[in-house]
């Protein structure tokens, strides 16, 4: 979620092949979701609409996972293994991007708040408004 003005924030892997920027706001509020995949790579979700985000290179370097439902599709870099970006089963019309994959001096404030992904069927309504185009 973002709210504030916004302009171009860059992020991707490790390595430096897969890089992207998106459209997000100064002042940032991202998710830090508990369930299995999540809580295993670190991931704390700035979900953006399709339309603000821009995968810069490395499109030839990824690599997608999906399990489960089949829904989300995950994006790995095949150098380095990062994740830091994925179109997130929540939000299939936006990606949700990895904010330990940007330079915090990019934000003027960032706020990380708990998501119980471990009960996604309950709580993933709480998360589909932000894809949307504001």
Excluded at 2 to 24: D, M
């Amino acid at each position: 979620m973002t709210k504030g003005s916004t302009a171009l924030k860059n992020g991707g892997c490790h390595c430096g092949a897969v890089r992207w920027e998106a459209a997000l706001a100064d002042d940032i509020i991202a998710d830090e979701c508990n369930c299995s995949i999540c809580a295993q790579v670190g991931f704390q979700h700035v979900i953006a609409p399709k339309s603000k985000f821009r995968l810069v290179k490395g499109d030839d370097n990824l690599i997608e996972y999906r399990f489960n439902t089949g829904a989300a599709k995950h994006w790995f870099c095949k150098t380095c293994g990062v994740k830091s970006f994925y179109v997130p089963r929540s939000n299939p019309d936006g990606y949700s991007l990895n904010l330990r994959c940007m330079d915090a001096s990019q934000f003027s404030s960032i706020q990380v708040r708990p998501f119980d992904g471990q009960n996604w069927e309950k709580n993933a309504d709480k998360l589909a408004h932000l894809s949307k185009d504001s």
